[in-house]
């Protein structure tokens, strides 16, 4: 299983940017997908998770300007990040819940990191 992000980049204050994370390999099903990110000197933290059943949570900070999406046939998360501080400077990591083979549970895999830039 492989996770691919991508989208980020270098982005001016009050930007937007959309971020995608495209799941590959052997997938029997997915369940939750979500996004977190990690900035230089911070520990991980979660953005936004969209569950198997479409149900969405967001991070105090990015309510409103953030948004999660999921396309189940592409396997693939989206991340549309509108009204860009320079706090949501940070390197962003998809992760999600995936199922290998019937016979097994679901687990967690990360995707590879997408570093975001917001310049004041």
């Known amino acids: 299983v492989q996770l691919q992000a991508s989208g980020g980049g270098l982005v001016q204050t009050g930007g937007s940017l959309g971020l995608s994370c495209v799941a590959s390999?052997?997938?029997?099903?997915?369940?939750?997908m979500a996004w977190y990110r990690q900035a230089p000197g911070n520990q991980r933290e979660l953005v936004a998770s969209i569950s198997g059943g479409g149900i969405i949570n967001y991070a105090s900070s990015v309510l409103g300007r953030f948004t999660i999406s999921r396309d189940n046939a592409k396997k693939t998360c989206y991340l549309q990040m509108n009204s860009l501080k320079s706090e949501d400077t940070a390197v962003y990591y998809c992760?999600?819940?995936?199922?290998?083979?019937?016979?097994?549970?679901?687990?967690?895999?990360w995707g590879q990191g997408t570093l975001v830039t917001v310049s004041s």
């Open positions: 390999g052997r997938i029997v099903g997915i369940n939750d």
């Open positions: 992760n999600v819940e995936i199922r290998t083979n019937w016979g097994r549970d679901f687990r967690h895999y």
